[in-house]
């Protein structure tokens, strides 16, 4: 229980959680940064690094100095391209077994069948549209991997996803993190960059159970 709660109050408080790490380690905190975006998705089974606070946070600590802008943006960009190849090739070794529908370690049938609906439905789209939405994004690439779509396609869509959310989450943190409003209230920011994201898989989840309860 200690530990969950120890986990909560990083959550909540990474701004200050990170500005010491980022004084303690020093250069050292681009290797941290690296790994902690590259196992967000690079082992399937890790949606729990707060990835997009990671970011956000950093892009506002960047602004006095704590860390530099360019560099600390490119290990995101890297990282994030890196662990989604890794899921991408995970998902094409595991290809048979899902295929077959046999059971996999750690990893919920149901959550891949979700992932591999929303895909099907999206087609190329859904891997840029999946690398948007947490815990989402560590099953998007899995899956394109399973459905053997062509690691070029993956990547041209998932390039452009990670693009997309590097640079508002990075950018939105440095333009707007040290608003005394946000710095002051940040915990109701970092539930909101949770929930607000989540809202479109929230909605057709519940649209589907009433459709499955109407037939």
Same mark, same amino acid.
């Given at each position: 229980?200690?530990?969950?709660?120890?986990?909560?109050?990083?959550? @909540?408080?990474?701004?200050?959680?990170?500005? @010491?790490?980022?004084?303690?380690?020093?250069?050292?905190?681009? @290797?941290?940064?690296?790994?902690?975006?590259?196992?967000?998705?690079?082992?399937?089974?890790?949606?729990?690094?707060?990835?997009?606070?990671?970011?956000?946070?950093?892009?506002?600590?960047?602004?006095?100095?704590?860390?530099?802008?360019?560099?600390? /943006?490119?290990?995101?960009?890297?990282?994030? @391209?890196?662990?989604?190849?890794?899921?991408?090739?995970?998902?094409?070794?595991?290809?048979?077994?899902?295929?077959?529908?046999?059971?996999?370690?750690?990893?919920?049938?149901?959550?891949?069948?979700?992932?591999?609906?929303?895909?099907?439905?999206?087609?190329?789209?859904?891997?840029?549209?999946?690398?948007?939405?947490?815990?989402?994004?560590?099953?998007?690439?899995?899956?394109?991997?399973?459905?053997?779509?062509?690691?070029?396609?993956?990547?041209?869509? +998932?390039?452009?996803?990670?693009?997309?959310?590097?640079?508002?989450?990075?950018?939105?943190?440095?333009?707007?993190?040290?608003?005394? /409003?946000?710095? +002051? +209230?940040?915990?109701?920011?970092?539930?909101?960059?949770?929930?607000?994201?989540?809202?479109?898989?929230?909605?057709?989840?519940?649209?589907?159970?009433?459709?499955?309860?109407?037939?």
């Amino acid at each position: 229980m200690g530990g969950i709660m120890s986990y909560i109050d990083i959550f @909540l408080h990474l701004d200050k959680y990170m500005s @010491l790490y980022m004084n303690e380690y020093g250069i050292l905190i681009y @290797l941290i940064l690296f790994a902690a975006i590259f196992c967000e998705t690079g082992f399937v089974i890790t949606p729990f690094v707060p990835d997009d606070m990671i970011v956000f946070v950093t892009g506002a600590l960047a602004v006095g100095g704590s860390i530099e802008v360019v560099p600390a /943006y490119l290990i995101f960009l890297i990282a994030a @391209l890196a662990g989604d190849t890794s899921n991408y090739f995970i998902g094409r070794f595991f290809s048979k077994k899902v295929l077959a529908r046999e059971n996999i370690r750690f990893i919920k049938r149901e959550n891949i069948e979700r992932t591999e609906a929303f895909f099907h439905k999206h087609g190329g789209k859904a891997v840029l549209i999946g690398r948007l939405i947490p815990f989402m994004r560590t099953l998007t690439p899995f899956v394109a991997g399973v459905s053997n779509m062509p690691y070029r396609k993956f990547i041209r869509f +998932n390039s452009l996803g990670v693009i997309c959310w590097a640079s508002v989450l990075f950018f939105i943190g440095y333009f707007f993190g040290n608003i005394p /409003y946000v710095k +002051n +209230n940040f915990g109701i920011v970092i539930i909101a960059m949770i929930v607000i994201p989540l809202l479109p898989v929230i909605i057709t989840f519940f649209k589907i159970k009433m459709a499955a309860k109407k037939r």
